[in-house]
C-alpha cells in the first residue's frame, strides 16, 4: 500500500517503479519531490521556464495566480498597500514578522546609518559614459559594493547577512537617484535622515542646489505603495537569479548586481519602460490601436502588447488591481500638463479597453501587469522613462536580500546546479584544419 503523501511513478520501458514523497506546503499545491529520481531511474527531468518545477522551499512570499492572491510572510498585499508602508514591509519581509513600535525606529534608524556612499564610490559613477542607461550604472555600482563590503562580509554569519541586507535596502535609493543624476549631468544629492524612504528618493532625484524641492506628499505616498507592490514576487527571473548566484556563497553585493540585470529585460522589470516605448511608437505611426492589436495576435509578428500578460497571474494580478486604481485617480485628479504624456496616457487608456474586452486577449488570460500601470503612473509622476525599471529595482532589493538571507541561512543549501537534456553532436574525433 503506498504512503498516501507520495506518488509512485511506473517506468513504463523498464516496468520499475519508484515511490516519491509529496511535500506539504502550507498553501499552494503538493509537491513531488524528484530529487531521488535520477538515482532511481536514471532519468533527468525537462521543464523549460520552471513552468511546473519548485526550485526552492520559502517562507517569504505566497501566490495564487489562480486566484489572484499575493501574500508576505502571510498578510495579503492589499492590506500592506493599504496600512503598512514600505520600510515597515521591508522589516516584516526580512525578518518575517510586522515590527513593534521600538523594533520600526530601529529600523529606520539603522537604514539611516547606511544610505550614504562611500566617497570613492563616486569614482564608480564618472566611469560609465555620460548618457549611460541608469539600469547600466545600477549593475555596475552596485557590484561595485562588493569591493568595499568583502573582507568582513561572512555569507554563513547571520548578522553579517542583516548587515549587507540593511546596507543594501538603505544604499539602493541613493545609488538610484545618482545613476540618474550622472546621465543628467547634474550634482548628487546627498540623503536626508529626516524624511521617508520613498520621499528621499524623490528628494535626491529632483533637487537642485539652486532652488528648494519640496516632495509632494501625494507623489511619496504614490511610490511608497508602488514600493510595497514591487518588494517580492517569489522565484521570478531575477529572484532565482539571486539564489543561483548567491548559492555558489558569493559576495551578497556582487549577487544582488545579477539580480538587477535579470530584472532589466522587458519580458521583467523592463517591461515598465518597454510600456512607454510601445505607447510612443503607437502614437508616433500613421495606423491605428486595431493595427498594433493584430500585430500583438500575429505569431510571424515578434511585436507583444508590453504591460499585458503574466507568467503566473491567469485570472488578475492583485497587484494590478492596486495600482490601477492609484493611476486612474492619479490621471483624474492631476491633469498631465505636457501634451505629448497626455496623448500617451490617452492612448494607454484606450489601448487598457479595447484589450480587456478582445476574444485573444480575455481567452488566453491576458491582463494588464503591474508593469502596465506603474509605467503610466512614473510618466504622470514626471519621472524619467530610464528610471522606471530602477524603481522596480529599488523596490525589488528587499525581496532578493531577503530570498538570499533565507537560502544562506538554510544548513542544508546546496550549489544551484540545473541538468541539462543535450541536443548537440555526439562524440568526434578532432580534424586537423587542413582537412575541414
Ligand atoms: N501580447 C500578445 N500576446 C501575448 C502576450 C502579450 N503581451 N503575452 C502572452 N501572449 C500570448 C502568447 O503569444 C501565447 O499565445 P498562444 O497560446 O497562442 O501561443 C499565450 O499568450 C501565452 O503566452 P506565453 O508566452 O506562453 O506566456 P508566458 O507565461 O511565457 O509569458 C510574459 C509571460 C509576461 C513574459 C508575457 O505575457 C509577455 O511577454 N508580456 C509582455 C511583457 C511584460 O509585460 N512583462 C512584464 C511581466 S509582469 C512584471 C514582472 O513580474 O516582471
Given amino acids: 500500500m503506498p504512503n498516501k503523501d507520495s506518488v509512485t511513478l511506473i517506468d513504463n520501458r523498464t516496468g520499475k517503479e519508484v515511490e516519491l514523497d509529496l511535500l506539504k506546503p502550507t498553501s499552494g499545491p503538493m509537491t ?248 510612443t511608437e503607437i502614437n508616433e505611426s500613421d495606423k491605428d490601436l486595431a493595427h498594433f492589436i493584430d500585430r500583438a495576435k500575429d505569431k510571424e509578428d515578434r511585436f507583444r502588447l508590453m504591460g499585458f500578460g503574466h507568467r503566473v497571474y491567469k485570472n488578475y494580478d492583485p497587484r494590478a488591481k492596486i495600482i490601477r486604481e492609484i493611476c486612474h485617480e492619479m490621471l483624474e485628479n492631476n491633469p498631465v500638463s505636457n501634451p505629448e504624456h497626455q496623448a500617451l496616457l490617452d492612448t494607454a487608456m484606450e489601448l487598457e479597453k479595447i484589450a480587456l474586452e478582445d476574444d485573444y486577449f480575455k481567452s488566453r488570460n491576458l491582463y494588464p501587469n503591474v508593469d502596465f500601470h506603474s509605467g503610466i503612473i512614473f510618466l504622470g509622476m514626471g519621472i524619467p522613462l530610464n528610471m522606471f525599471t530602477v524603481l522596480f529595482a529599488l523596490g525589488r532589493t528587499v525581496g532578493w536580500v531577503s530570498q538570499w538571507n533565507e537560502m544562506m541561512g538554510d544548513p542544508k543549501g546546496k550549489i544551484g546546479r540545473p541538468r541539462q537534456l543535450y541536443t548537440g553532436e555526439s562524440t568526434r574525433d578532432y580534424k586537423e584544419i587542413t582537412k575541414r
Avoid at 87 to 115: M, R, S, V, W
Wanted: net charge negative.
Fill in 32 to 279: 513531488i519531490d524528484i530529487s531521488r529520481l535520477y538515482k532511481e531511474l536514471g532519468y533527468f527531468t525537462y521543464d523549460p521556464g520552471f513552468m511546473a518545477t519548485a526550485s526552492c522551499w520559502s517562507n517569504i512570499t505566497y501566490l495564487d495566480g489562480g486566484k489572484g492572491i499575493l501574500e508576505y510572510r502571510g498578510y495579503p498585499i492589499e492590506q500592506l498597500a493599504e496600512k503598512s508602508t514600505f520600510l515597515e514591509t521591508c522589516y516584516l519581509l526580512l525578518n518575517g514578522d510586522l515590527p513593534g513600535k521600538n523594533e520600526l525606529e530601529a529600523f529606520q534608524e539603522k537604514i539611516n546609518t547606511h544610505n550614504m556612499l562611500h566617497e570613492q564610490l563616486k569614482t564608480f559613477y564618472s566611469g560609465f559614459r555620460r548618457d549611460a542607461h541608469p539600469m547600466a550604472t545600477m549593475v555596475g555600482v552596485v557590484g561595485a559594493l562588493s569591493a568595499f563590503y568583502h573582507d568582513d562580509e561572512d555569507v554563513h554569519d547571520a548578522s553579517d547577512r542583516m548587515d549587507a541586507a540593511h546596507r543594501l535596502i538603505a544604499k539602493m535609493p541613493t545609488i538610484a537617484a545618482w545613476s540618474y543624476r550622472y546621465a543628467m549631468g547634474m550634482p548628487f544629492v546627498q540623503p536626508r535622515n529626516d524624511l521617508g524612504y520613498a520621499e528621499n528618493f524623490l528628494h535626491m532625484m529632483f533637487s537642485m542646489p539652486s532652488s528648494e524641492y519640496k516632495v509632494d506628499p501625494t507623489m511619496a505616498k504614490a511610490l511608497d505603495i508602488i514600493l510595497i507592490l514591487h518588494a517580492d514576487h517569489e522565484q521570478n527571473a531575477s529572484t532565482s537569479t539571486v539564489r543561483l548566484a548567491g548559492s555558489s556563497q558569493a559576495n551578497p553585493f556582487a549577487v544582488l548586481a545579477s539580480g538587477i540585470a535579470s530584472l532589466w529585460g522587458p519580458a521583467h522589470g523592463g517591461a515598465n519602460e518597454a510600456v512607454i516605448q510601445m505607447l
